[in-house]
């Protein structure tokens, strides 16, 4: 926050470089908060970082002064988040059954220590478990809500849905936050 | 579970304050009386604390995050250098057409195309007659 954008975009026309690294320092965390709690791990967060940068610094040439960056690099971020999963849905599902199938043995084997685990499960993991079994669209619009505070309509914007739709998304997301939270038994202590 | 009487979004709304006023008062009237509705708000109330707390959105930044800044400007200026590539073939092209362009002002040359079809059909017919003369 040290930079204003204004600023940085003056040093990207000196030196190329050097404006593409403050943008960077900028943005990285929050491009990289988006992509975590998206797709709920580290390597996938760095990939759509990854992804979401190459697109800012190939489109720079064309930004225009008067706009702000972050706006621009929040769209860009939420297009990246829900194509990257899309397409790696397709291409490993099978992948994921056998993560999944790992998980499920490691339960089994192993129920004394899940009770207690289920137990004292704090909410913290409680609430990213039950944010990551949200469908993509409705994940993304709860995030940007709750975890960025926009408003429906900048959400809808950033989305390029109807604000209704995203209302949608949000009521039935929560619900099933809720439903989860409570099978989870975190409230009951 | 809300009651059937009340549209579950209502309540979500009073929470999210976003909420018509009308729609306020109605909702406020309804809870002094629905036990279940008020379960699903207080329900709701603790899920919007816990969704609203920035401490369970705090996480860990990789070391990579701050790494990979030079990877990504190298790969970004590799693709443009690619297009200077292309670029260039294209001025090559242009080259090349420039350097064929004086065939057009040679004499006759606009005629040559027009000879050419004329002599295919003096061909076409001279090979008809050939044949039918056998």
Known sequence: MEVSDLSILKEYKKN???????????????????????????EDALDITQ???ISVFKAMGGFKEQYSLLPWIKKITINKCLNFLRAKKESISLNQTTESGDELQNIISSDEITESSIVCKDTKKALEEAISKLPDRERMAVLLRHMKQMKYEDIAQSMKLPTGTVKTLIYNGRKSIKQNLISQGIWEV | ?????????????????????LEKI???????????????????????W?????????????????????????????????SNTMYFVDMQINTMKMSGKYLEY?????????????????LASGVKKMLTAK
């Open chain 2, 50 to 82: 816990d969704l609203g707390n920035k401490a369970n959105y705090e996480i860990e930044y990789p070391a990579e995050l701050d790494t990979m800044c030079d990877h990504i400007i190298d790969a970004v200026a590799v693709e443009e250098s690619k």
């Open chain 1, 51 to 53: 992804e979401v940068f």
């Open chain 2, 1 to 21: 579970m809300s009651c059937n009487k009340v549209d579950s979004s209502l309540l979500q709304d009073l929470l999210d304050e976003t909420i018509d006023p």
């Open chain 2, 26 to 48: 109605f909702i406020e009237n309804h809870l002094r009386t629905c036990k279940d509705c008020r379960r699903e708000l207080s329900e709701l109330k603790l899920m919007f």
């Open chain 2, 106 to 122: 040679m004499p006759g040359a606009n005629y040559t195309s027009q000879m050419l079809k004329k002599a295919s059909k003096g």
């Open chain 1, 16 to 42: 190329n470089r050097k404006g593409l690294e403050l943008i960077y320092d900028r943005y990285k965390k929050y491009v990289y908060s988006i992509a975590y709690h998206y797709a709920g791990n580290k």
